[in-house]
């Protein structure tokens, strides 16, 4: 029953930030997936007879390759395999899943954010027994497997029916196929109080959603619509879509523009939000006013206390290097841990396990808590949802409140993309090259005080992560951070991360663009991206 395949390596399976990302034609070469996944299988030990989890965000492509995780996972030997109806599970739940079923990993089908059909991007990726992203001693595991492999391990089944809920016995296992909202709607009904949310909508609240045509659109349409009472005509584009309508599922204010203009509307809803393509990532939007994801960590942070998962307080917060330092001045206020990583949710999984942080967060609209091991979109959803149902204010009363306490770190992340990849290599390899001469250097009223590559010493397992960003920082408390995006698909992107700190009795109300003006054009000239690229501006800001 079980055939064992001859194959011969492909060299470029290496995983990124966050998986192995490529086009779909990529992933249907023969023998692709199959190499990749049974290089996932042979990077583990000790999973003969245990559980693993399949899903994914529904992305084309999801099903066949669900399709083959079946066969190869029974053939290497995995006894029970727990699938989201119809091969969906946002990555929050799919982390959920396997923690709470006790699972010995997961294969997480998503590209995330971006765009999905038969010529756009799929991915796949590994977590662990706790949920959350492999690390990298796991990732580089699977990549050297994948450049030896001879040979991987499948069996001649019949399709199984993934749109049926029940259990399924094949041959040398069981196939469940469960209801891929049901677990994670519960447990956010023991982190939320969901009594005063609905009090909430009751009473006029009014809040617009925009799933994106992703994953996230059934699990709004439980949660919001019929455990909180939302106006179900507020929810946008629920139903997932293989190719998300054509749309890049990125929530952010380019790619969620009409949501970004209802809430500019003088007529608008109360509250804004939308989700990516598996579910991880959120936009949150106030009334006539945008909360960056560096922001509402802060905020978010700040306010926990006020649901009843985080009642008793949190135990420190984590956001990843390029995330702004609005955190930091909650943790600081409140006497709280406060760590900084590298990018990539992997990285907060080992200060989650041991307990040393209940909140992280990234700027690249990531938010989430200890409750699983993955960012969690419609988690920062529903914990703005508490804060605002206890407060009764206004997002933009909370902001305001927030800077009048901690000060405010004006912030934005200026996006170059589809640079051509030796230019980018170039430029930033001669900016480390730099690094030590720009000290002392001025620009307008600001002088830089320091500048390194930063490198990550992990406390709890001693691994450490060099060359994770450049960063450059200025007397005034300012600070530019140069990155290559690791999860784009086409040449390279640099990402420019823009901060200026403005005290709590400073100017708190100036505009972003303004606040950051001067920074914009020494991030060009301390970078030479200009001059090098081309570009006279970023393509994308957020
Ligand atoms: C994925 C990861 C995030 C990370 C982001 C960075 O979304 O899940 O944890 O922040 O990638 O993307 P970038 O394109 O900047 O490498
Ligand atoms: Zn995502």
New binding site residues.
């Given amino acids: 029953m079980i055939e064992t395949v001859e194959t011969t390596p492909f060299r470029d399976q290496k995983p ?3 998986g192995l990302r490529k086009k779909v034609p990529e992933f249907q070469k023969r023998g692709y997936v199959e190499n990749f996944l049974q290089s996932i299988f042979d990077a583990q030990e000790g999973y003969e007879g245990k559980t693993l989890v399949v899903g994914g965000d529904g992305r084309f492509y999801n099903e066949d390759v669900i399709q083959t995780a079946i066969r190869m996972a029974l053939a290497n030997g995995f006894g029970r395999i727990l699938i989201g109806q119809n091969g969906i599970l946002s990555t929050p739940a799919a982390s959920n899943v396997i923690r709470k079923y006790k699972a010995f990993g997961g294969i997480i089908l998503s590209a ?2 971006n765009p999905g059909g038969p010529n756009e991007d799929f991915g796949i990726k590994y977590n662990g027994a706790n949920g959350g ?1 492999a690390s990298e001693t796991v990732t580089g595991a699977i990549y050297e497997r994948s450049l030896v492999i001879d040979r991987y391990k499948t069996m001649d089944i019949p399709q199984v029916d993934l749109s049926r809920i029940g259990r399924v016995d094949v041959a040398g296992g069981v196939v469940e196929i469960i209801d891929p909202v049901a677990d994670y709607a519960d447990l956010m009904e023991t982190l939320f109080d969901f009594a005063a949310i609905r009090d909430l909508f009751a009473s006029g609240f009014r809040m617009q959603f925009d799933a994106m045509s992703a994953v996230t659109g059934p699990y709004a349409e439980e949660i919001f619509v019929k455990r909180l009472g939302a106006d179900p005509a507020a929810m946008m584009n629920t139903t997932p879509l293989p190719d998300f309508g054509g749309h890049h599922p990125d929530p952010n204010l380019v790619h969620a523009k009409e949501l970004y203009a209802a809430m500019m509307a003088e007529d608008g809803p109360d509250f804004g939000a939308a989700s990516d393509g598996d579910g ?2 959120n936009l949150i939007i106030g009334k006539g006013m945008y909360v960056t994801p560096s922001d509402s960590l802060a905020m978010l942070a700040a306010n926990a206390h006020l649901a009843p998962g985080y009642a008793k307080g949190i135990a420190g917060i984590a956001r ?1 290097m390029p995330t702004s330092q609005a955190a930091d001045r909650v943790a600081e206020a409140r006497g709280l841990p406060c760590f900084e990583t590298p ?4 990285f907060f999984g080992n200060l989650l396990d041991a307990g040393k942080v209940t909140i992280c967060g ?3 609209a ?1 938010t989430g808590s200890d409750h699983v091991r993955e ?1 969690d979109g419609l988690w920062a959803v529903l914990l703005w949802l508490n804060v605002l149902a206890v407060r009764r204010q206004s997002v933009a009363e909370i902001a305001r409140d927030h800077w009048a306490t901690f000060g405010r770190n004006y912030y934005a992340r200026h996006d170059y993309e589809a640079l051509d990849t030796a230019t980018a290599d170039d430029m930033v390899a001669a900016l480390r090259e730099r690094l030590p001469s720009l000290v002392g250097r001025t620009f307008g009223n600001r002088t830089i005080r320091a500048a390194d590559d930063f490198a990550y010493h992990d406390q709890v397992d001693g691994s450490s992560s060099a060359k994770q960003g450049i960063r450059v920082f200025f007397d005034d408390g300012a600070r530019i951070v140069y ?1 290559l ?4 698909t086409t040449g390279a ?1 640099l ?1 420019v991360y823009l901060e200026r700190y403005e005290p709590n009795d400073g100017n708190l109300s100036m505009q972003t663009n303004d606040a950051l003006a001067d920074l914009v054009t020494a991030a060009d000239e301390i970078a030479e991206i200009s001059a090098r690229t081309g570009r006279v501006s970023a393509d994308v800001i957020t």
């Fill in positions: 990124g930030t966050s995330s954010h992203p991880d990532r990843s990018t990539g949710w992997k990234e700027e690249s990531g960012k990155r995006s690791g999860t784009g992107t990402r």
